[in-house]
């Protein structure tokens, strides 16, 4: 008992010195720009960041909020903007419209909008290449992240543009295809892929990940079940070739939650997925601002993570586009 409340002392001793860092903290320097972007009829918000010193040849991250979330607040959670500030890379936080979503979140789940050139992914792609000939960004540095269901949409995003978007991280989402309509999504979210009591999807081209994976969950998650967190794991393996076992390593961060990490690697040694299990954490990003929504303070640092995962990539992982049908059977 003495042990425990000890354990807990020193955890609220350390969130408290966190909230105290975060309110010392300044901005990450760098400039916003704020705009609409307009594709096949469908207008859109956004907000882009740009690093101090911005130059042509930047790295581009994508990053696709949660439901009841809009960039501004998406953005002061995670602190991407203060790490991309250091790494010399661009944010872009589109923004869904309450038009298209009451509760703004982006449809992952609607049929429409799960496939190359239809719907909200065609939107997210022009957007992307706006900026990126706009800002002369990197065009083989590209990458897409999100939370929640901005995870699922990413996961999407990164199955159906496999050429635009080098890598994808996916915080507390979904795999590709995990549901098609509404009553679907609420049962793989509540229960997890194959628990569910609906039909499983057909494995399709479409539900693979063909670029390289970085998969954060809570393991207390109750919103959308860590099962799916796996599965978005597996459906990174399965759209890579050659992919060994994973080399796992439990450790806890310094403000409190344990996690553990396991790293998969194709046989030349590329690194291709990576999933953190955050013990003990709800549905929250991990190690965020508690300034936005949605966020846990207490766990590792996933936007610091994930940028690290992406710029390490080193060029574009091989794809097994060329040869799907040893690997699935194809359907729409």
């Known amino acids: 008992m003495l042990d425990r409340l000890r354990q807990v002392l020193r955890g609220l001793w350390r969130r408290q010195r966190f909230l105290l860092q975060a309110l010392r903290r300044g901005g990450p320097g760098g400039r916003w720009i704020v705009g609409r972007h307009e594709h096949d009829g469908v207008a859109k918000a956004f907000r882009l960041f740009l690093p101090p010193g911005e130059r042509a040849g930047l ?18 959670g995670l602190r991407m903007d203060e790490h991309a500030a250091r790494e010399g890379v661009a944010v872009l936080y589109p923004a869904q419209s309450p038009e298209a979503n009451e509760l703004s979140c982006w449809n992952w789940f609607r049929p429409q909008h799960q496939q190359r050139g239809r719907g909200e992914p065609a939107w997210i792609a022009s957007l992307t290449e706006r900026i990126l000939h706009e800002h002369e960004l990197d065009p ?11 995870g699922a949409m990413a996961a999407t995003m990164a199955a159906e543009y496999p050429a635009l978007y080098a890598g994808v991280g996916i915080h507390s989402g979904l795999a590709p295809r995990a549901a098609l309509g509404v009553a679907q999504a609420i049962q793989v979210m509540k229960c997890g892929p194959g628990m569910a009591m609906v039909m499983p999807l057909p494995r399709t081209r479409h539900a693979l990940l063909q670029v390289p994976a970085i998969v954060f969950h809570g393991d207390q998650d109750r919103t959308v079940h860590p099962h799916n967190g796996r599965a978005a794991i597996d459906a990174c393996i399965a759209g890579h070739l050659g992919v060994g076992r994973p080399a796992e390593l439990h450790g806890e961060c310094p403000l409190g939650r344990r996690f553990t990490r396991s790293v998969w690697r194709d046989s030349r040694g590329h690194q291709v997925a990576e999933h953190w299990l955050v013990h003990g954490a709800a549905h929250a ?14 766990g590792p640092d996933a936007s610091l993570e994930m940028l690290r995962f992406f710029l390490s990539l080193r060029g574009r992982q091989p794809r097994v586009a060329d040869d799907i049908g040893d690997l699935v059977q194809e359907g729409a």
């Open 285 to 298: 990003w991990s190690g965020g601002d508690p300034a936005g929504s949605w966020t846990d303070p207490l």
């Open 140 to 150: 083989a540095r590209v990458f897409i992240a999100g939370m929640s269901a901005g």
């Open 59 to 76: 790295p581009l991250l994508v990053m696709l909020h949660g439901c009841k979330q809009q960039p501004e607040d998406f953005a002061r």
